[in-house]
Structures are given as structure tokens and as C-alpha cells.
């Protein structure tokens, strides 16, 4: 079954960059559609950016222009680019892989928003 490891998480400033990655172990990850999604203190997880068949990646609104999620189908890697960060996008970010009935998950990776 696939494994999931996310990586690159952070303190970083308002206005700053991160890129994480998302390694994945046990399958092969062109397989599967892959996803972000996040949670902050006190809120549920929400849904970051995804994939959908036909290769469309759908992002949440408040991240539009700002984030990109991208593969690397032969380092079997998931990234998600984030620029001009905001203190509203603090919160521990996971790596999500679907296919059939398998939905994997990884232990997440903090993301700091902050001055």
C-alpha cells in the first residue's frame, strides 16, 4: 500500500515562499490522484488542491494565483509551490493519494505563517 512523507514545512514570513514535497513509497504514484489539503488550530482539514481525472488540478479559492501543485511521476514526488504566503495559511499540511478503494494519507508537515 502507498506510503506517504511530507516534507519542507516551515516558519516563514508574510509574503514569503515554500514548496513542499510529498514522497511516496509502496506504489506508484502515476497511479493514483493526488492532493493537499491542511488544518489549522481549531478548524476541520480542508482541501488545499487535487486532482481530477483528466488531469485538471482544482485548488481552494483562497489560494488560486498563489499555490501550484505539481508531480514528479519518476522521483514518485508531489509538490505543492506556495507563494506570497499569509498568516491565514498557517496549519499542518498532508499529502493525499486516491485510487479505487485506497485513500492514503501522511502525518502532515507544519507550515508558520508569521512575523
Known amino acids: 500500500q502507498v506510503q506517504l512523507v511530507e516534507s519542507g514545512g516551515g516558519l516563514v514570513q508574510p509574503g514569503g515562499s515554500l514548496t513542499l514535497s510529498c514522497a511516496a513509497s509502496?506504489?506508484?504514484?502515476?497511479?493514483?490522484?493526488l492532493g493537499w489539503y491542511r488544518q489549522a488550530p481549531g478548524k476541520q482539514r480542508e482541501l488545499v488542491a487535487v486532482?481530477?481525472?483528466?488531469?485538471?488540478?482544482n485548488y481552494v479559492d483562497s489560494v488560486k494565483g498563489r499555490f501550484t501543485m505539481s508531480r514528479t511521476n519518476f522521483k514518485n514526488t508531489v509538490y505543492l509551490q506556495m507563494n506570497s504566503l499569509r498568516s491565514e495559511d498557517t496549519a499542518v499540511y498532508y499529502c493525499?493519494?486516491?485510487?479505487?478503494?485506497?485513500?492514503?494519507w501522511g502525518k502532515g508537515t507544519l507550515v508558520n505563517v508569521s512575523s
Open positions: 509502496g506504489a506508484i504514484i502515476r497511479l493514483y490522484l
Open positions: 486532482e481530477i481525472r483528466g488531469g485538471t488540478t
Open positions: 493525499n493519494a486516491r485510487s479505487g478503494g485506497v485513500d492514503a
